[in-house]
């Protein structure tokens, strides 16, 4: 027996021979292409809320999806039972899916080992025990109250999984990868004076446990997430109308990723309903807007060794100065496109196909002092944290709920406000960046992005940004509304 035979045994009860058998099974009706993706994944949970531990989980998931590719024709099936009935069964299912001509395909395969590792992990932090878990989120729910005395309620959560995958395709390779993940969650509420305040915090990525020490602790998330819900105890009602508008770094790059990111997935410019579609080489943003998606960040939570068909993840250039550069491309869309896959092939487990989805998505440092971009800043609004929002994932249109906001007044920023809204869409946005500062900021490792049902991690960020027009719905009445 072999070490790739051992390993397969060891994990899902498999052979190569095993693994030929399948695809030659899913190529049995026809197809240009066949895959397996078998997953185990083991996870844990800790809720706490009202100073009281409502949850401690652990569970583990095991499964293999079967795909067949057919032109444009993908047919998908999955079982959580790995025995060879079951995924034969599978198999040709997805066969019968993505009929076409039968053939004959001889497969050989060949071990490989991915050429990087982004995220090397020395424990595994679903066999750690869960008392260290517990106590993070009890030395952030004691930190959070002691912040300020008009805390009211705190709720933290914490999560970890330890993915690991094998993916064999009918092209002849297998290639396995271990996939950490860890995320440490605050929300805290103020209230004084019948008015309430809520604030959210925290972090993680592909990282173990000592993440969690020095700078990324439970106590720095926890009087994040209290200093947001005291700041909006005294926050005034937002003015509405156009203005200029700061973006604060880091976070607030989810707008980017929402409003602009999206956009430029192939399939969307693939069936020609994205806002960038066939604009390859065009000026579609500032000529200081250079954004790239790059899962190749050691640690981060977007981060991949290899996406979830076996292609090594890269830093794309999506736009750069300005122009239209390239898609976020997986196998089937860059085959129908005629393009170079960009490791963007992504899946929320074995139940999901994959598609063209992303990693970490930012826009470059520029060369602009924040403080001057503020300074340039007659009448306008600072936004530097976002909650909820609604996209139109193709044409960029997006409302977007800041959370923590301030009022910009002859060049300095004053009064926190409630209720603002920004209101626009990403391809015009993007033209009407003035300014970008030097001081790129990733989000701290909070990010999940939902596209057609399924939800993966990812990472965003963002300098400094001044756009020069854009609408902020807000609340203020009518008659206090001369701010712009």
């Given at each position: 027996?072999?070490?790739?035979?051992?390993?397969?045994?060891?994990?899902?009860?498999?052979t190569e021979s095993?693994?030929?058998?399948f695809l030659a099974?899913?190529?049995s009706?026809?197809?240009?292409?066949?895959?397996?993706?078998?997953?185990h994944?083991s996870?844990?949970?800790?809720?706490?809320?009202?100073?009281?531990?409502?949850?401690?989980?652990e569970?583990?998931?095991?499964?293999?999806g079967?795909?067949v590719?057919?032109?444009?024709?993908t047919?998908?099936?999955?079982?959580?039972d790995l025995?060879?009935?079951?995924i034969?069964?599978?198999?040709?299912?997805?066969?019968?899916?993505?009929?076409g001509p039968?053939?004959i395909?001889?497969i050989?395969?060949?071990?490989?080992?991915?050429?990087?590792?982004?995220?090397p992990?020395?424990?595994?932090?679903?066999?750690?025990d869960?008392?260290p878990?517990?106590?993070l989120?009890?030395?952030?729910?004691?930190?959070?109250?002691?912040?300020?005395?008009r805390?009211?309620?705190?709720?933290?959560?914490?999560?970890?999984?330890?993915?690991?995958?094998l993916?064999a395709?009918?092209?002849?390779?297998?290639?396995t990868?271990?996939?950490?993940l860890?995320?440490?969650s605050?929300?805290a509420?103020?209230?004084?004076?019948?008015?309430?305040?809520?604030?959210v915090?925290?972090?993680?990525g592909?990282?173990?446990?000592?993440?969690?020490?020095g700078?990324?602790?439970?106590?720095?998330?926890?009087?994040?997430?209290?200093?947001?819900?005291?700041v909006?105890?005294?926050a005034?009602?937002?003015?509405a109308?156009?203005?200029e508008?700061?973006?604060?770094?880091?976070?607030?790059?989810i707008?980017?990723?929402?409003?602009?990111?999206?956009g430029?997935?192939?399939?969307f410019?693939?069936?020609?309903?994205?806002a960038?579609s066939?604009?390859?080489?065009?000026?579609?943003?500032?000529?200081?807007?250079?954004?790239?998606?790059?899962?190749?960040?050691?640690?981060r939570?977007?981060s991949?060794?290899?996406?979830?068909?076996?292609?090594?993840t890269?830093?794309?250039v999506?736009?750069?100065?300005?122009?239209?550069?390239?898609?976020l491309?997986?196998?089937l869309n860059?085959?129908?496109?005629?393009?170079?896959?960009?490791?963007?092939?992504?899946?929320?487990?074995?139940?999901?196909?994959?598609?063209p989805?992303?990693?970490?998505?930012?826009?470059?440092?520029?060369?602009?002092?924040?403080?001057?971009i503020?300074?340039?800043?007659?009448?306008?609004?600072?936004?530097?944290?976002?909650g909820?929002?609604?996209?139109d994932?193709?044409?960029g249109?997006?409302v977007?709920s800041?959370?923590?906001?301030?009022?910009?007044?002859?060049?300095?920023v004053?009064?926190?406000?409630?209720?603002?809204?920004?209101?626009g869409d990403?391809p015009?946005?993007l033209?009407?960046?003035?300014?970008v500062?030097h001081?790129?900021?990733?989000d701290?490792?909070?990010?999940?992005?939902g596209?057609?049902?399924?939800?993966?991690?990812?990472?965003v960020?963002?300098?400094?940004?001044k756009?020069?027009?854009?609408?902020?719905?807000?609340?203020?009445?009518r008659?206090?509304?001369?701010?712009?």
């Open positions: 027996m072999t070490s790739a035979d051992k390993f397969f045994n060891q994990h899902y009860g498999l095993d693994l030929s058998k099974e899913a190529l009706e026809g197809g240009d292409y066949a895959d397996l993706y078998y997953e994944t996870s844990s949970s800790v809720l706490l809320d009202e100073a009281l531990v409502k949850s401690a989980t569970g583990t998931a095991v499964g293999c079967v795909r590719i057919s032109g444009e024709q047919g998908y099936a999955y079982s959580d025995s060879p009935a079951a034969l069964k599978a198999a040709k299912t997805a066969a019968r899916i993505a009929s039968a053939r395909s001889t050989g395969l060949s071990t490989l080992e991915p050429a990087h590792n982004f995220y992990v020395t424990s595994t932090l679903t066999d750690l869960l008392i878990k517990l106590e989120v009890l030395r952030a729910d004691r930190a959070a109250r002691a912040y300020d005395g805390i009211s309620q705190v709720r933290v959560t914490y999560g970890d999984q330890c993915r690991h995958v993916l395709g009918s092209d002849g390779k297998i290639i990868d271990f996939q950490p860890v995320r440490l605050v929300y509420i103020a209230e004084a004076n019948g008015r309430r305040g809520t604030g915090s925290g972090g993680g592909r990282v173990g446990l000592e993440y969690f020490d700078e990324h602790s439970p106590e720095s998330f926890a009087r994040e997430a209290a200093r947001q819900a005291v909006q105890l005294d005034q009602e937002a003015p109308g156009e203005m508008v700061v973006l604060g770094p880091g976070w607030p790059g707008l980017l990723h929402e409003a602009v990111g999206h430029l997935e192939a399939d410019n693939r069936k020609g309903i994205s960038f066939g604009r390859l080489g065009e000026r579609v943003a500032s000529k200081l807007c250079t954004v790239v998606d790059d899962g190749t960040l050691p640690g939570r977007g991949l060794n290899m996406d979830d068909e076996g292609e090594p890269q830093k794309t999506l736009i750069e100065n300005g122009v239209l550069r390239g898609y491309q997986d196998r860059a085959n129908l496109m005629s393009a170079t896959r960009t490791g963007n092939g992504r899946r929320e487990s074995y139940q999901h196909i994959p598609m989805r992303m990693t970490n998505t930012y826009m470059l440092a520029g060369q602009d002092d924040p403080e001057e503020i300074h340039s800043v007659r009448r306008g609004l600072y936004a530097v944290h976002f909820g929002g609604q996209v994932i193709t044409s249109k997006f977007f800041a959370s923590e906001a301030y009022l910009i007044e002859d060049g300095n004053t009064a926190p406000v409630r209720g603002a809204t920004l209101i990403g015009t946005v033209k009407h960046v003035t300014a500062g001081d790129l900021q990733l701290p490792g909070i990010g999940t992005c596209k057609d049902g399924q939800s993966v991690p990812v990472g960020g963002i300098p400094t940004v756009i020069s027009r854009l609408t902020v719905g807000g609340t203020a009445p008659n206090l509304q001369s701010f712009t």
